[in-house]
C-alpha cells in the first residue's frame, strides 16, 4: 500500500521504519495516521522508527503531526521511536514543547536497540 509522502519499509520481524519525503503533508494527519496504523496492525508491529534526518525543523504542526502518530501507535502496542533528528530540528522542539512527548529519541536505530538491552526492566508486583 502506497502512503503519499511515506516509505514505510519492515526492517525486521516487528519493526518499521517511517522515511516522510519533502513533499509530505501532515495538514491532513488523520488519513496518513488511519494508512500508517492499518499496515502497522497487519504485520502485528511492535516499534515503528521514525526518520528525521531529512527534517531540519520541527514546528507545532509537524510536532502535532508526531506526536498524534506516536499516541495512536501506543494504542496499538507500538513504540515509536524518532531518529537522526538533526539538531536544529531538535533545538526548535524545545522551544515550544513543554511535556513529554509520546514519542521516544535515539541517535540511530542501533543506539536505541543498544540503550534497550542495558536498561533494567520493570517488573511488576
Not at 525486521?12 to 516522510?20: I, N, S, V
Not at 519533502?22 to 491532513?28: A, G, I, T, W
Not at 511492535?46 to 531529512?54: A, G, I, K, P
Not at 521511536?81 to 535515539?106: D, G, S, Y
Request: proline residues 5%; hydrophobic residues 45%.
Amino acid at each position: 500500500m502506497a502512503i503519499p509522502g511515506l516509505h514505510l519499509t519492515q526492517i525486521g520481524r516487528e519493526d518499521f521504519l517511517l522515511e516522510p519525503s519533502r513533499c509530505l503533508d501532515v495538514s491532513n494527519h488523520e488519513k496518513l495516521v488511519e494508512s500508517i496504523v492499518e499496515r502497522l496492525l497487519g504485520a502485528r508491529a511492535s516499534r515503528l522508527y521514525y526518520d528525521l534526518s531529512t527534517q531540519a525543523i520541527i514546528d507545532p504542526v509537524y510536532y502535532t503531526w508526531l506526536n498524534k502518530l506516536a499516541l495512536t501507535a501506543l494504542a496499538i502496542n507500538v513504540k515509536m521511536v524518532c531518529v537522526q533528528m538533526q539538531p536544529t530540528a531538535a533545538f526548535a522542539l524545545v522551544q515550544f514543547t513543554h511535556e513529554m512527548p509520546a514519542f521516544e529519541t535515539a541517535l540511530n536505530i542501533s543506539d536505541w536497540q543498544n540503550s534497550q538491552l542495558h536498561t533494567p526492566r520493570q517488573t511488576k508486583r
